[in-house]
């Protein structure tokens, strides 16, 4: 698989992340080597291997169904940029 | 099980300018699972609470947060599948569905792409009696919902409430089995009232704890048999997805819009593309939602953060074990056991607490058609005068039992009985001393009833040269009698009465 500066264009614009123009080469580049190195795992035969999901063997922790958490809106609009009547606010997003 | 025979309906055919056209239609629908607290983390689902305060940091997307899986969620959803007789697998997992906006902190939805929770089972689709539709479902899965955007506080801001934000849905994906608008509107019901008798979801569409996204399309006659018989989708048209329906009535109006739409499209040489689109009720049309177009990218993959679920057969078999009756189960019993029709059965079971009323009732007043029948249009229908529900009703089984019982046994007339429900109803008592008290009883003394019947006669000369050349004239004198009794003879014994005085 080969990563185009149109693709890589694409998935900083996904991930909203501004890549200048000029660095868009340098960032295909960059998703080829990660690529390329992971693509090595494919020269391993894993015929009737069953996929490993944790190096222990753990079961899904579980909670039970009670409210532990939550009021204290003020400490979760507190990094907020902009924060009016208790809700986030954010430039309009039209649909 | 009892199961009542059905045959399927007739698809929908709209015609167009130049042919007929038949709609497919598959429905997603995300019901919100009825739990006290988020499906990862402890901040509550409350419906209503101040913006904001039904948050924890896990929600808000902190950096570092961890989800932790809500069980009583996992188990809501198995309990759904199995009342859906769906294949439930021991083993899923999560996925992340990434897309950025700004009521989605995370940046992605965990939700259950490639290993669902639950399979393949399927929904009877009541239409009218002996009609019904068996729709698939594929599949269902449990995900986070996102937080709410209010766009309409002011003109240049967005703001945003995390409340909602990763309280746990059961998206339900049917086959697209279903022909036509009714059809859909009847599917959202039957899966409402299933979840409704499972208590998996309350069902609240205007709450929004139960939205459905419809994938509509038409193709001409023959072309989805063809396709019921391959399960190859390239003799079906190209579909489009109308987003976010909460609603029976919009969602009937939008699959109409939506298949005319189609077919002008169609007709008039273009070409449908495979789109979502957003349906105005203001307008009574659906429009593409652009944006969502480079959205749909959602690079799905596993959830790092968790493990895969794994749950244990003997806990999907004690949960089976715990489920009730469902609607179809009640309903073809109340038909075989208390000699019902499909439609009264239909009517009582719509709700639990229906049946359950219904139910006591019979328990104690026997005759399950007299006690359906007064349930229906004597108690729903005056419930519904004052839009009450049945837990408002003033009447108890008990005493309405009781007003069946005097019926039963000829104590009252009909018409008495009607007057007496009044009564119960506006101002509560026990029927029987009711009847006692303000001698209501029925006159079957026939005596008494010969006694009147002789004095209208008497009275009535005319009437009576009249009533011997006429027969049918006779029912004049059975009224003037009930009216002279005030309604409390035995109709049957005034019948024979003035037949014989009048020689007929």
């Known amino acids: 698989m080969s990563i185009d500066i149109e693709t890589a264009a694409r998935v900083a614009k996904l991930a909203r992340i501004r890549v200048d123009e000029d660095d868009l080469p340098q960032l295909a580049h960059a998703f080829n080597d990660i690529l390329g190195f992971i693509e090595q795992l494919n020269e391993v035969d894993v015929e009737g291997v069953e996929p490993m999901v944790s190096v222990t063997p753990m079961r899904l922790k579980r909670r039970a169904d009670g409210v532990t958490d939550g009021n204290m809106a003020d400490r979760i609009l507190s990094n907020a940029p902009d924060a009016r009547e208790g809700f986030f606010a954010v430039p309009k997003v039209v649909e | 099980m009892l199961d009542l025979s059905y045959e399927p309906p007739k698809p929908k055919v709209i015609a167009g300018a130049k042919h007929d056209w038949e709609l497919v239609i598959g429905m997603e629908v995300h019901a919100q699972v009825a739990s006290q607290a988020k499906l990862f983390s402890g901040a509550s689902t409350r419906f209503g609470a101040e913006p904001n305060s039904n948050v924890s940091f896990v929600d808000a997307a902190m950096p570092g947060m961890l989800p932790v899986i809500n069980e009583f969620c996992i188990e809501q959803a198995v309990r759904t599948g199995l009342g859906l007789k769906a294949q439930i697998n021991l083993v899923s997992a999560f996925d992340r569905k990434n897309y950025f906006y700004p009521d989605l902190p995370q940046g992605y939805q965990i939700s259950q792409l490639y290993h669902p929770l639950v399979g393949e089972g399927e929904i009877l689709v009541d239409m009218e009696p002996g009609i019904a539709r068996l729709v698939r479902i594929e599949r269902i899965h449990v995900e986070q919902d996102a937080g709410k955007s209010i766009h309409d506080m002011d003109p240049a801001m967005s703001f945003v409430d995390l409340n ?129 177009e480079e959205a749909h990218d959602y690079r799905y993959f596993p959830c790092p953060d968790l493990l895969p679920l794994e749950i244990e057969q003997g806990w999907v078999d004690d949960i089976a074990a715990s489920l009730p009756e469902l609607p179809d189960e009640k309903k073809a019993r109340f038909v075989t056991e208390f000699g019902l029709s499909e439609y009264d059965a239909n009517v009582l079971t719509a709700e639990t607490v229906n049946a359950a009323y219904f139910e006591s009732v019979v328990r104690e007043a026997g005759d399950g058609k007299l006690a359906a029948n007064w349930v229906i249009n004597e108690l729903f229908g005056r419930l519904k005068k004052e839009d009450h529900g049945i837990d408002e009703s003033p009447v108890t089984p008990a005493q309405l039992a009781g007003i069946i019982r005097l019926i039963k046994s000829d104590a009252i007339s009909g018409k008495i009985a009607k007057d007496l429900f009044e009564i119960v109803y506006t101002e509560g008592g026990d029927p029987e001393v009711i009847v006692e008290e303000r001698g209501m009883k029925q006159v079957t003394d026939t005596g008494a009833i010969e006694t009147a019947v002789d004095e209208i006669i008497a009275a009535n000369p005319a009437q009576v040269e009249k009533a011997k050349q006429n027969p049918k004239l006779a029912g004049w004198f059975v009224g003037q009698v009930m009216k002279a009794t005030g309604g409390k003879a035995n109709p049957k014994a005034v019948n024979q009465i003035v037949s014989a005085k009048l020689g007929l």
Do not use: W
């Open chain 2, 164 to 292: 909602r934000t990763g309280v746990a849905l059961m998206e339900i994906v049917s086959r697209p089995d279903i022909r036509g608008p009714e059809e859909a509107a009847a599917y959202v019901t039957k899966l409402r009232q299933i979840l409704r008798y499972l208590c998996t979801c309350d069902g609240n569409m205007q709450n929004g704890n139960l939205r459905a996204d419809v994938n509509v399309s038409v193709c001409r006659p023959g072309q989805y048999e063809k396709y019921q018989e391959t399960q190859d989708f390239s003799h079906l048209g190209t579909r489009c997805e109308i987003k976010n329906m909460n609603s029976m009535r919009f969602i009937q109006a939008a699959i109409d819009y939506e298949a005319r739409r189609q077919i002008a499209l169609l007709e008039g040489g273009g070409s449908v593309v495979q789109e979502t689109r957003l349906y105005d009720p203001d307008k009574g049309e659906t429009r593409s939602m652009r944006s969502k």
